[in-house]
């Protein structure tokens, strides 16, 4: 077990709305990664955040914002929902290092736009 | 820009039959890593293997072991004898010191099917 959770698992949201997806790191993890996997492909970076500082960002528009909060959790938001943002969200955790530690990842939320 | 490409999208094999899965990347960084993930039907990926720009020994590590060769930039990984709990989708990964965070570009996947 990772230890790495996130919460909801599923969501249903209405094209427009605004969700807010959240994850609770590994213990003893700093750095924390949110990726979005469309059906099919593989998981797209969208931004990681260290010592609640966003430390890098994929090619994700302003709507994707996200937080991270002194316990290392993180939360990921989205506004104006559109039916394409409908995908499995997953957030990795991993330990600030030199080397580029691998990455611990939650079950994920899958989120339907409708 | 980092890419990764794995060609083959579904592969089937027999319970205890040897797969590989094929992973070519491109990078501008001469620091990099790669690493291999799998993803079981519930969604979360697990990290199984990494690998680092410069160390290109391959290794095995029981049932798993991969073949690192930057002259092809390939990082191919085999599964020995596979099982059929072994089913699942299979990510290979790059991380560039470039970007100076841990952020990872995947490959589309190899969706492995082993028949019992």
Redesign the interface.
Known sequence: E?GVTQSPTHLIKTRGQQVTLRCSSQSGHN?V?W?QQAL??????IF?Y?REEE??R?NFPPRFSGLQFPNYSSELNVNALELDDSA?Y?C?S?PNQP??????????T?LTVV | AQKVTQAQTEISVVEKEDVTLDCVYETRDTTYYLFWYKQPPSGELVFLIRRNSFDEQNEISGRYSWNFQKSTSSFNFTITASQVVDSAVYFCALSEAYYGNNRLAFGKGNQVVVIP
Request: charged residues 5%.
């Open positions: 990772t750095t990664s990726y099919g492909q593989g998981p797209q970076f990681q260290y430390n890098g994929g499995l997953l990795a991993s080397g580029h530690t691998e990455a611990f990842f939650g079950q994920g899958r």
